[in-house]
T-cell receptor, first 112, second 115 residues
Framework: NAGVTQTPKFRILKIGQSMTLQCTQDMNHNYMYWYRQDPGMGLKLIYYSVGAGITDKGEVPNGYNVSRSTTEDFPLRLELAAPSQTSVYFC???????????FGDGTRLSIL | AQKITQTQPGMFVQEKEAVTLDCTYDTSDPSYGLFWYKQPSSGEMIFLIYQGSYDQQNATEGRYSLNFQKARKSANLVISASQLGDSAMYFCAMRVNTNAGKSTFGDGTTLTVKP
């Protein structure tokens, strides 16, 4: 029972590089999310999706892009990485509004 | 706009005592869900308890209960008989029916249980 799987778990990028954080879920959830969590802080919503082909911006979308071509997958793309994007990134999925979100283990990303 | 406020950055509690973690929320949507999550130092997010806006009774899950005061827009988490393993960061979160895709989290409260 995998739940939400994120890869990679750790990554170091140089300023200006690009990368994609992968997220997949096997619970057939419609809703998927990407959050970032800075040290000692709460979760900030980057992007979310309500189903395949539908995505929308959260609180802090600048510098990121997403796509949702299937129900299972919701990759997050960082273009032109900047030190301000150093953070822990969480992917989550959920069913309807009265159901909790299931989180992946997170990706710890450092931009140097 | 949706907003969650957790006013206690850090809390201490003696082992075996009860503790209340505060959460206030703001939304104009009459239908919404409130959630509490626990994040231990290992980093994973663990779902604890859920309260729906139309639920008549306060939610309970084992040692966790939610003190839901709708008129005051508060949804405080009560942990009874604290254990050392309860030391963690706790987040309050909200989803609203009219935009169920969007989820809002508070800044969290760090709870430390003292032996």
């Amino acid at each position: 029972n995998a739940g939400v799987t994120q890869t990679p778990k750790f990554r170091i990028l140089k300023i200006g590089q690009s990368m994609t954080l992968q997220c997949t879920q096997d619970m057939n959830h419609n809703y998927m999310y990407w959050y970032r969590q800075d040290p000692g802080m709460g979760l900030k919503l980057i992007y979310y999706s309500v189903g395949a082909g539908i995505t929308d911006k959260g609180e802090v979308p600048n510098g990121y892009n997403v796509s949702r071509s299937t129900t299972e997958d919701f990759p997050l793309r960082l273009e032109l990485a900047a030190p301000s994007q150093t953070s822990v990134y969480f992917c989550a999925s959920s069913g309807q509004v009265n159901q909790p979100q299931h989180f992946g283990d997170g990706t710890r990303l450092s931009i140097l | 706009a949706q907003k969650i406020t957790q006013t206690q950055p850090g809390m201490f509690v003696q082992e075996k005592e009860a503790v209340t973690l505060d959460c206030t929320y703001d939304t104009s949507d009459p239908s919404y869900g409130l959630f509490w999550y626990k994040q231990p130092s290992s980093g994973e997010m663990i779902f604890l308890i859920y309260q729906g806006s139309y639920d008549q009774q306060n939610a309970t899950e084992g040692r966790y209960s939610l003190n839901f005061q709708k008129a005051r827009k508060s949804a405080n988490l009560v942990i009874s008989a604290s254990q050392l393993g309860d030391s963690a960061m706790y987040f309050c979160a909200m989803r609203v029916n009219t935009n169920a895709g969007k989820s809002t989290f508070g800044d969290g409260t760090t709870l430390t249980v003292k032996p």
